[in-house]
């Protein structure tokens, strides 16, 4: 079964940028695409981006657009978030998800098949 773990959160100042991992293990990445959801404190999960198998993308969200990339290297089974001119408002604890079959990218985070455990952001002076 598809493990996934994230790292690269931390406290960074507003406009600053960050580089979120998620390395899986147990299968091969290239059978998945890879979501990326968020939670503010008090919040919901919002999904942020989402990467397919062959490298497609999709942001779903107007305030990520422009501000962050998500790419993947299928031969290291690892998934990538760069997030630029970090807001405050983009404080919260970032998780990857996986979904298969890979060619395919949703952002419904009760149709994921494995999940990380998180990765804290915090944008703050």
């Known amino acids: 079964q598809l493990q996934l773990v994230e790292s690269g959160g931390g406290l960074v100042q507003p406009g600053g940028s960050l580089r979120l991992s998620c390395v899986a293990s147990?299968?091969?990445?290239?059978?998945?695409?890879i979501s990326w959801f968020r939670q503010a404190p008090g919040k919901g999960r919002e999904g942020v981006s989402c990467?397919?198998?062959?490298?497609?993308?999709?942001h779903p969200a107007d305030s990520v657009r422009g501000r962050f990339t998500s790419s993947r290297d299928n031969a290291k089974n690892t998934a990538y978030l760069e997030i630029n001119s970090l807001e405050p408002e983009d404080t919260g604890l970032y998780y990857c998800?996986?979904?298969?079959?890979?060619?395919?990218?949703?952002?419904?985070?009760?149709?994921?098949?494995?999940w990380g455990q998180g990765t804290q952001v915090t944008v703050s002076l």
């Open positions: 998800a996986a979904f298969s079959p890979g060619n395919y990218c949703t952002m419904n985070p009760n149709m994921m098949d494995s």
């Open positions: 147990g299968s091969t990445l290239d059978y998945y695409s």
């Open positions: 990467i397919a198998n062959r490298g497609s993308i999709t």
